[in-house]
């Protein structure tokens, strides 16, 4: 059996929330587990997941090439100019603006006749993959001659590419079993049909079958394993000790800031040069930040803040090595349980448009969304604005259950009005949470591994028929 973990927060997802490895390996004592992952040249990881009958593998990073780049280049055309949802035409049009797509009409109009046809009959990838080899991994395909391969992705990770295109060719079960919410909706790059889909709720099942051609019963939902923490109460340490560990204090209210890549969003110093005067005699005055920053955010943005009184930042995540598009961090159970501790105490969130707000909600936390940028003008496919028409975020905005600041003083008294009646829009809050994770019980990763487990006892039974 093949388990693709491409970067650290597949792993924390897939490997870490429910013992996935674990009852694997019981499952079935004859089975060797191979684990293909960037993190295999991390002595850390491997030694945390070591174990008999386990193997790693290295996962290089892949980008097409030739041939199969202009297959790719036609696929992605005929589905970007289908415009299927507003996220895809907003994203369309900053691709277009920055040069990095060309030429879509031609390419377009060959995907309709060599693409659109196959897509709800088995792949838009289909010819691409009947072309298309990779011989390093189709010789660790006639090495291991795995039964079943669990990808964390359908196909929007690069590096996954090779490894569920072999599993096609041959003829081998496939699942992803760690899509994101906006992963459908949301992406230039049209997901790959795998053989089973394990996705959060009905939202997105909905969206795989609509969208990208799958058909109901290849579809399974199981909630998010990764919020399972979030359902439980015991797993919260209390405020004081909270409040120690972060060097806040516990008698005051906590603003939580948290970021996203620069690469989307670059302006959160503009935000806090907003939410610092106003804890300093403004609105918010006597109320503290903590500004958690984003796995692919850059500690030395903040500089200028960093001996700020009652402003405290942190980047809490394990340094490991670089994966295929050049993030080098881990998410390990501590990582989860302090966000959860973090969304738990804090007595407002601000964010950009991020799935830390599901997060907030499932803990009826108050959350003020940014739409506004820096100080100079920014085109709307550059700026924070777009994300609120993305179609993923508007099941959030239409709920109730945010505030949306279009600028940093209309932010400021939202998070004042949240401090003064933090029961404000906790209705839509609610909302968010049955919409988003549908389960409420802190079990979603059990039910992703009996997915996993109810197609590794499928396999073994085609295998022995």
């Keep these: 059996m093949f388990i693709s973990v491409p970067h650290g927060t597949s792993a924390g997802n897939m490997l870490r929330s429910g013992g996935l490895l674990d009852h694997l390996l019981e499952a079935d004592r004859s089975m060797t587990v191979v684990l293909l992952s960037p993190m295999s040249r991390d002595a850390a990881f491997v030694r945390e997941f070591t174990r008999e009958r386990v193997q790693f593998v290295d996962q290089p990073a892949h980008v097409p090439q030739g041939l199969e780049a202009r297959l790719f280049s036609i696929i992605q055309a005929s589905y970007l100019s289908r415009g299927q949802t507003e996220s895809v035409r907003i994203r369309l049009a900053e691709a277009r603006a920055n040069g990095s797509i060309r030429a879509l009409g031609l390419k377009a109009a060959l995907g309709r006749l060599v693409v659109e046809p196959f897509t709800h009959r088995g792949s838009r990838y289909a010819i691409s993959d009947w072309m298309v080899s990779h011989p390093d991994m189709e010789r660790l395909f006639d090495q291991h001659r795995p039964r079943l391969v669990v990808a964390a992705n359908p196909g929007l990770v690069f590096s996954e590419v090779p490894l569920l295109r072999t599993a096609r060719r041959r003829g081998v079960f496939s699942m992803a079993i760690d899509p994101s919410w906006d992963n459908f909706t949301n992406k230039l790059v049209p997901v790959r049909q795998v053989d089973r889909l394990v996705v959060w709720n009905d939202i997105m099942k909905a969206q795989a079958m609509a969208l990208h051609g799958y058909r109901a019963e290849a579809v399974r939902v199981a909630g998010a394993p990764q919020f399972d923490p979030h359902f439980r109460p015991h797993a919260r340490t209390p405020r004081a000790e909270f409040f120690r560990r972060i060097g806040a204090d516990p008698a005051r209210k906590l603003i939580a800031l948290t970021t996203t890549p620069r690469s989307l969003y670059s302006h959160h110093d503009h935000v806090l040069r907003a939410l610092v005067p106003a804890i300093h005699g403004g609105l918010l005055d006597g109320a503290q930040i903590l500004v958690r920053l984003h796995p692919r955010d850059d500690v030395n943005a903040y500089r200028e803040f960093m001996n700020v009184p009652d402003v405290i930042i942190e980047k809490p995540f394990r340094d490991t090595v670089p994966v295929a598009d050049g993030l080098a961090i881990d998410v ?87 401090l003064a009646n933090p029961a404000l829009d906790s209705a839509g809050r609610r909302q968010v949470v049955i919409d988003q994770c549908q389960f409420t019980d802190g079990r979603s990763a059990e039910r992703a591994i009996q997915c996993v487990l109810d197609e590794l006892g499928a396999t073994g039974s085609r295998a022995a028929a």
Excluded: W
């Design 332 to 418: 390990m159970p501590e990582h989860q349980r302090h966000l959860g501790d973090t969304l738990c105490h804090a007595d407002a969130v601000v964010n950009v448009a991020s799935t830390i707000t599901i997060e907030a909600c499932i803990f009826d936390t108050p959350v003020v969304n940014i739409s506004f940028d820096g100080p100079g003008e920014t085109p709307f496919v550059r700026s924070a604005v777009r994300y609120y028409s993305f179609t993923h975020y508007v099941n959030i905005t239409s709920t109730g259950a945010v505030k949306v600041a279009t600028s940093p003083a209309e932010m400021v008294a939202m998070v004042a009005r949240y």
